[in-house]
């Protein structure tokens, strides 16, 4: 998978938003959700996007995902740019590039957790394949589950049942809405422990949005966003690391609604 | 309380609005029906009241011979007429020339009014009704003042395509068939509108000229009361000099006698519409139930907050039933807006047949209305009972919980509660079968009731088979939006269950007639082949009586070897001590040459005054070969007849069948209603027929049928009753499918996040319309399959009840398969809003709709 390294690129780029702007609204009620974000995620990494509510976290994971389109600005996944895409291309794209884990709800409630799992390679009318569906399963531990519908399974079960099905279609890239969002230190740790062996293990690329600082220390690197921007970036972080940066954007964020 | 009720109306107006249509259209049909048969009725009554005189002198007897089209030969003179008009009592005495066996050809020589109404040809002389006004009215042009001049009513002229002054076709009974007059005016009676007669006025000469051959003298009387004279002294008075034959009756016995006799006919008009009205409201309640229960499940959340907040049970139930009263008021309302609309459509619709009821006697009475309104509260409450019961059965701790689904109980006690009501459906209609006491009907029809019930309530269970079917099918074609679909249609049984029984009611009947129909059709071609054993029949498509040139003309045809006339004509016979009005079939000498009848007893020779009976006529009359009946004809007199034989039932002749030569003792004129030929050996079939048509080729609504001709006539009058019913039914089915799109549509809403999950991790747009679609068929096969089921064994039950009527049994196959294909049709348009719905989805809003 190393076909046309980019000039000066030590790493090749899974996703990237050039100038990425989203507004909501209009004149006096206009919000801007991402105001200009320029960024490249890499293969092969593990990536946290950290920040204060409203900061435009989730925003800017929907325009990379092909799930909304921004306002203005490009966004690019597997060298696609999504700007000219129909809808039919984008669900194309979204099925068979794009992996997703949201907060909560995340499977369809009348498949099994199989059925679950495969759902985008059969709406595709694609052949899984079986070693990689095996591996993927034996993975998140979820082998003796297969059979059961969601009702049947606890809240971590469902979520890793969700980074399976993102994980089976081999996509470009997978993004994760605060997936642990809903679940205790255990099942966070089941989830989070799955994401990293997925990037170390099959050179997988995620994306995960978290308010969780131990959630980020799973990960290779973080972007800080406030106000629609990115302010902030850190590498191999640990969790000290990680909760000076957030208390300082804080502040900022304070000091600023004071001034204003 | 009312205003949180006030609130969900409103904020769920668009779930509502589709529910409420099912109100609307099943009141309106009900609103319809009787706005219908009450402007019907006034029609009728309007031109029964205004066309009668304070008295009329006619034939005598318990027979009115002109209301069936015999005519009698026995007349007034002008003198009798002088001697009438002389009498103190009498104001004014006008005598009538009514005239039987004439035709009005349009201008594209068709008959006008086809088979409906008959046509009413009389001269034209000014006289008053019960109510002393002018029993006709012009409307345009002139009366008929010589021959050669002719009268019109105003929708009769409309229809044939004449204008004033135009040059008009008749055929009239005698001389010169076909004749034409010249449209001096058109007229109708004062009572408004025709009901679809047609009225020929002529000028008094011409009339006696073709209708009494000439003679000065007329059939009937009409008489004015003077100034103070009572209508019974008025007839009493001219009783005394009535000439021998006739009698003289008040305006109100003649009246009454015509509204007996056309509100029997208005009555099963009325019946009739009726019943659909019923299926369609039934059908209805089915998803107003179904609605409801999905909206409280849908609301279980705010139902336990309520009750958590410290709303008692109570105020929840009544909270969900001032919903569906409001909703019923509001659905009610518009239902009998719309009924109004439909009763001048069903106007319509029987117009082209021949029927004219005027707009302004289709309005809404109060007892329409309280009727509407009644049926339609009562029927939305009962519906929304049991789900309002539910929303209160929500422990209040559900409010904190996440599994937000009212509890269903298990649907093992439906089911034993549903077997044990299915046996007995069983135990009824057999009972019906083996001929328990009363009409055997009535047994089967509640049997059959509690069976269509009982697959209401049991299709979640028994309907799984065809769903798994359809899942597996579905994703076998579609692929995984297939396998959706038929796990989405699976996850709700109940609700899949309800939406299709809806579907299932209307199905059922539209099954059942259609096997009763296609047996008949069988039964009838049967018969035909079996009894019908002359080579050609000549009819009038009104079966009336028609001039007897035509078949003497038609004996005269090379190559016919027997020509068989017969005359049908009314008559009383008294059956235990009450006059019994039938019909007698009088036939000539060669009617047993052609037909052959089984003879119970005695011979089928009759001669003189003799008369054979049926089997089922000698029944009803205790009377049998060698016994002496009474029988009273047209124009008052009785005749003992002596029964020289009893006959196996057969429709070739009727159950009292006479010698000609008894209606000619009885003063009846002759005409023929129906003659039989046999071709004679050796002779060109195709060329007789031709030369049998050329004589009638001046009469063209006359036709000369062989018997696949007349298998076919018969097979379409059963095949137009049966389009009729089918398009009353339509009306069920139509509401059934709304309560697809409801369901559909609540479904889509209720499982917004699970598409905008599907979309996100990668489902079309078309595969959502395709998913949704597919849902939408298998609820419609269901209820196809389940009615169609049903309406198989209900049929096939209720034909081997009238097997005696019904002897053949045949299933319309090809109806049903097409009825299936129609049903995958309105699965497939059902789904189009939902579906569309679902696909404008936004997918980041639907996915984080709560
Ligand atoms: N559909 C929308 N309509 C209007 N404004 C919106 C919409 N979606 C998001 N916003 C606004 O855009 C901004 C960014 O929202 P976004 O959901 O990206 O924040 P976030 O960083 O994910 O926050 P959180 O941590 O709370 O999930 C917020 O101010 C939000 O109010
Ligand atoms: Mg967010």
């Known amino acids: 998978m190393t076909e046309q390294p980019r000039e000066g690129a030590v790493a090749e780029v899974a996703a990237s938003a050039r100038d990425l702007v989203k507004t909501y609204g209009k004149g006096e009620a206009e919000v801007r959700a991402l105001d200009g974000v320029s960024v490249d995620l890499m293969k092969g990494e593990f990536t946290a996007v950290m920040g204060p509510s409203g900061s435009g976290k989730s925003t800017l994971m929907h325009c990379l995902a092909a799930l909304d ?15 000219r895409l129909k809808d039919k291309d984008l669900t194309t794209l979204r099925r068979e590039r794009v992996g997703f884990v949201f907060q909560s709800f995340n499977l369809v409630p009348t498949l099994s957790a199989e059925e679950n799992i495969l759902l985008p390679l059969s709406l595709a009318g694609r052949k899984p394949d079986r070693d990689w569906f095996d591996q993927v399963v034996d993975s998140v531990g979820l082998r ?85 921007l990115i302010v902030d970036e850190l590498r191999e972080p640990d969790r000290d690391a990680i909760l000076e940066k957030m208390s300082k954007l804080q502040d900022v964020a304070a000091a600023r609604k004071q001034a204003g | 309380m009312f205003r949180l009720t006030w609130r969900n109306l409103l904020a769920r107006k668009v779930r509502l609005l589709m529910s409420t249509l099912a109100i609307v259209l099943g009141i309106g049909f009900l609103a319809g029906v009787m706005t219908f048969s009450t402007g019907l009725n006034a029609t009728f009554d309007n031109i029964v009241e205004g066309s009668t005189p304070d008295a009329q002198v006619r034939p005598a007897g318990d027979v ?27 104001a004014q005495a006008t005598g009538s020339v009514d005239g039987l ?11 006008v009014g086809g088979q409906g109404a008959p046509t009413l040809a009389f001269n034209y002389a000014p006289s008053e009704n019960i109510q002393g006004e002018q029993v006709l009215e012009l409307v345009e042009g002139g009366w008929p003042e010589k021959p050669g001049e002719v009268t019109l009513d105003a929708s009769s002229a409309e229809r044939g395509g004449y204008a004033v002054g135009d040059t008009v076709t008749l055929i009239v009974p005698s001389g010169q068939p076909r004749r034409t007059f010249t449209l001096v005016g058109t007229a109708e009676f004062n009572g408004g509108g025709t009901a679809g007669a047609t009225l020929v006025l002529l000028d008094t000469k011409e009339a006696q000229e073709i209708f009494l051959d000439g003679a000065d003298a007329f059939t009937s009387v009409s008489l004015t009361a003077a100034d103070g004279v009572s209508r019974t002294e008025l007839a009493d008075a001219a009783k005394a000099v009535v000439p021998e034959g006739f009698t003289a009756v008040t305006g109100d016995k003649v009246i009454k006698e015509q509204q007996d006799q056309i509100g029997q006919f208005l009555d099963v008009i009325s019946i009739f519409l009726t019943t659909f009205a019923v299926i369609a ?50 659905g009610s309302t518009l239902g009998l807006l719309l009924g109004l609309g439909l009763s001048r459509g069903l106007a319509g619709l029987f117009r082209t047949f021949g029927l004219d009821i005027a707009g302004e006697v289709l309005t809404l009475t109060p007892f329409t209305i309280a009727s509407g309104y009644v049926t339609g509260i009562v029927v939305t409450m009962v519906a929304a009972f049991v789900p309002a019961r539910r929303a209160a059965k929500v422990p209040p701790v559900a409010a904190m919980r996440d599994d937000l689904t009212v509890q269903e109980k298990g649907m093992r006690r439906r089911l ?100 009763l129909a296609s047996s008949l059709s069988a039964t009838q071609d049967k018969i035909v082949d079996d009894q019908f054993t002359s080579d050609f029949l000549v009819q009038l498509p009104t079966f009336q009586g028609f001039p007897t040139q035509y078949g003497d003309q038609m004996e005269e045809v090379d190559g016919v070897d027997l020509v068989s006339r017969q005359q049908g004509v009314p008559v009383s016979i008294e059956v235990a001590g009450t006059p019994d009005q039938t019909f007698a079939n009088g036939v000539d000498a060669a009617f047993t040459e052609i037909y052959t009848l089984k003879m119970v007893s005695g011979t089928d020779q009759i001669s003189g005054d003799q008369a054979l009976l049926s089997e089922g006529r000698s029944d009803d009359l205790k009377a049998t070969t060698g016994d002496t009946i009474e029988v009273q004809f047209p124009g008052g007199k009785t005749i003992p007849l002596e029964v020289a034989g009893v006959f196996e039932d057969t429709p070739v002749t009727s ?196």
Not at chain 1, 170 to 194: Q, R, Y
């Open chain 2, 281 to 330: 409201i039934v059908v209805g309640a089915f998803i107003i139930f179904n609605t409801f229960s999905i909206l409280v499940s849908q609301r279980v959340r705010e139902s336990a907050l309520l009750r958590a907040l410290g709303a008692s049970k109570r105020q929840v139930t009544r909270s969900v039933l001032i919903e569906a009263f409001l909703m019923a008021l509001v």
């Open chain 2, 416 to 515: 034993v509660l549903g077997t044990i009501a299915m046996v007995v459906g069983v135990a009824l209609v057999a009972a019906g079968l083996v001929g328990a006491p009363g009409t055997d009907a009535i047994w089967i029809g509640a049997g059959a009731v509690i069976w269509v019930v009982t697959t209401a309530v049991l299709a979640p269970v028994v309907g799984r088979p065809v769903l798994l079917l359809s899942r597996s099918v579905f994703g076998r074609i579609f692929g995984t939006a297939g396998r959706l679909a038929g796990e989405n249609a699976l996850r709700s049984p109940r609700r899949t269950g309800a939406t299709a029984s809806a579907l299932m009611i209307g199905l059922a009947v539209v099954s059942a007639v259609g096997v």
């Open chain 2, 64 to 90: 009115q011979g002109a209301n069936a089209g015999v005519g009698t030969t026995s007349l007034v003179t002008p003198a009798d007429v002088d001697k009438l008009a002389a009498l103190p009592e009498v």
């Open chain 2, 101 to 111: 066996g004439s035709f009005l050809l349009g201008k594209d020589d068709k008959l």
């Open chain 2, 655 to 850: 159950g009292l069948t006479v010698p000609l030569a008894v209606l000619d003792e009885a003063g009846v004129k002759r005409s023929d209603s129906s003659i039989s030929i046999n071709v004679a050996d050796g002779a060109d079939r195709g060329a007789v027929k031709q030369d049998l048509e050329d004589v009638v080729k001046d009469l063209p609504i006359l036709s000369v049928q062989d018997k696949q001709e007349f298998k076919e006539l018969i097979s379409g009058q059963v095949n137009q009753l049966l389009y009729v019913i089918y398009g009353l039914l339509a009306l069920a089915v139509v509401i059934a499918v709304i309560g697809i799109v409801n369901t559909l549509s609540l479904s889509v809403l209720e499982r917004t996040r699970e598409i905008g999950l599907l979309r996100a991790v990668g489902l079309s747009r078309r595969k959502l319309r395709t998913m949704i679609t597919l849902e939408s068929v298998a609820i419609a096969v269901l209820g196809a399959v389940l009615g169609m089921a049903l309406g198989l064994v209900i049929g096939v039950v209720l034909r081997q009840s009238l097997k005696d009527d019904l002897t053949e049994l045949a299933l319309p196959i090809s109806s049903l398969a097409l009825f299936l294909v129609v049903a995958v049709i309105f699965g497939v348009l059902a789904a189009v809003i939902p579906a569309v719905r679902a696909s404008r989805m936004k997918v980041l809003q639907a996915i984080a709709t709560e």
């Open chain 1, 144 to 228: 003796d589950r297969l059979g059961h519908r969601p009702s049947e399974m606890s809240g971590g079960q469902q979520q890793r049942v969700a980074c399976a099905r993102a994980l089976v279609s081999k996509p470009s890239i997978v993004f994760a809405d605060e997936p642990t969002g809903n679940l205790d230190s255990t099942s966070s740790a089941e989830v989070l422990g799955f994401l990293r062996r997925s990037v170390d293990e099959f050179g997988q690329t995620v994306v995960m949005v978290t308010h969780d600082p131990v959630a980020a220390s799973y990960t290779d690197r973080i972007l800080f966003l406030a106000d629609g």
């Open chain 1, 69 to 83: 389109t921004p306002t203005s600005g490009e966004a690019i996944v597997d060298g696609t740019s999504l700007g």
